[in-house]
């Protein structure tokens, strides 16, 4: 039996995921690609002020490296960066990592992938793993003169720790889950927050708490009871998802618990602006107990007048006013629908990603795509995100994943390509769903696609994880057999 040489791509939750998977299954030759310094993926990019993960800490993790540590609900970004970074070097995947090393192109050779890297080096694998994440290309708004602003002008994830907020006046454009939680973290140390508003938000209530000693204690001492709030927390998140892809009694009540929470703004006024017009949920819900009280302080200005323009002193918005500021905040999210991209993937008979996925990203059960053999994506289009944990979809998937290769190993086939007619069919089903979830009830979102439909799995994760961890129907793949005389 050989092994087959795997490039993984991506050193984030699903890259070192999968070179977890892959190193208990005994594949040992592997090459993680990493074009940063360090493991950890968005949770290294974002290190802004108040990031906190909103997805339960033990329920935020993977099931193969339960953390008692933990030290609150709720984690806050930096130790999530340093459990993952934990969790790689546990594993010694520092062997088998090469940081600082962009993949920028990969190209099918009828047997395998010629992988191309940044320093012009090439390396021949027999499969490639896409692990590059969704949430990874900040966008910068097309703002006129947004290069005249005379302080700092930052992204969310590029956040400039050289750059001291203490006293100064900060403009924060955007108002998705990030914004709220920077402008809830910088108010009160800033001497004003201006909260540049397109669009507001529902923002469901939470209570986070640190962890006691006792409770760590327990964990570490009986690590069974990891299975406790995992357990908890996949039934809470399973009614919750419920609510996403069915109109019903959870979304609902969710609608009332938001619009509960929204009646603790005093002001009438502020709490028209701070009133969204779509459904709950229909955006990715923001999760804060703080954003309310923080806009209500006389230290915060929420802004709804659109942005006409950035000059040197601050932002112009449609009234003609021009807010001052000496630093300048985008919380202005990402480009989600990148996925791999900008890497030059050149799949069988020389299509092209972009050829592929002109009308949009479109996989098979969200890990592999027609006429690309032998490469697999974790959390590829159509995965199961939302609010759910991306830990359990990367584990799920990645079993899929050594599943395949277990099955090159033995030999049953060289490579491997769902069908076009199975893909074809597989996407028409979830279109037909789209309607049912809570995505299309009339908002825009970073969850849309090119064609208006969700880019999300239109089901529960539980439905999908069921159906990825089953036993592929072989009538859906194209599998190249004569791999048969190879073992
Ligand atoms: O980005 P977003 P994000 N002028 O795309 C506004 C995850 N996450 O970084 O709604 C003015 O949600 C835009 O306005 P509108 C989570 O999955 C998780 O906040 O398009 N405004 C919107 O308000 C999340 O969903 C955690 O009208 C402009 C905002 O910018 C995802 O990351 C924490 C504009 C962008 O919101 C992305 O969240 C943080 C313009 N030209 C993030 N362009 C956890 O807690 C854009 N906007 C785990």
Redesign the pocket.
Known sequence: MSSPRIAIVGAGISGICMAVALQRAGFADFTIYEKADDYGGTWRDNSYPG?????PSRYYQFRFAKNPEWTHLYSAGPEIKDYLVGVAREHGLHRNTRFGTEVTGAEFDGEGWQVTTSDGATGRFDFVLCATGF?HHP?R???PGLDDFAGPVMH?ARWRHDVDITGKRVGV???????T?LVSAMAGNASEVVL?Q??PQWILPTVNRPYTRLSKWLYKRVPALGAVPYLFNRAAFAVFSQGLVHPGRVRKLIQWVVERHLKTVEDPELRAKLTPDYQAMC??LVVSDRFYRTVQRPDVRLVTEG?DAVEQRGVVTADGRLHELDILVL????DSHAFMRPMAITGAFGRTLDQAWSAGPRAFEGVMMPDFPNLFMLVGPHSPFANHPLTAVAEAQSTRIVGWLQRWRAGEFTTIAPTHAATDRYNARMRAAAPSTVWTTGC?S?YLGKDGLPELWPWTPGAYEKLIRSAPNTADYQLNLRAASRS
């Not at 990031?51 to 997805?55: A, G, I």
């Not at 919380?331 to 990402?334: L, M, N, P, Q, R």
């Open positions: 990031l906190v993960c909103d997805v949430l966008t708004p097309d703002i969310s454009i955007g108002t998705g889950s990030t914004g939680q540049f397109r669009t955006k990715r942005i919380a202005t999210g990402f825009t970073w």
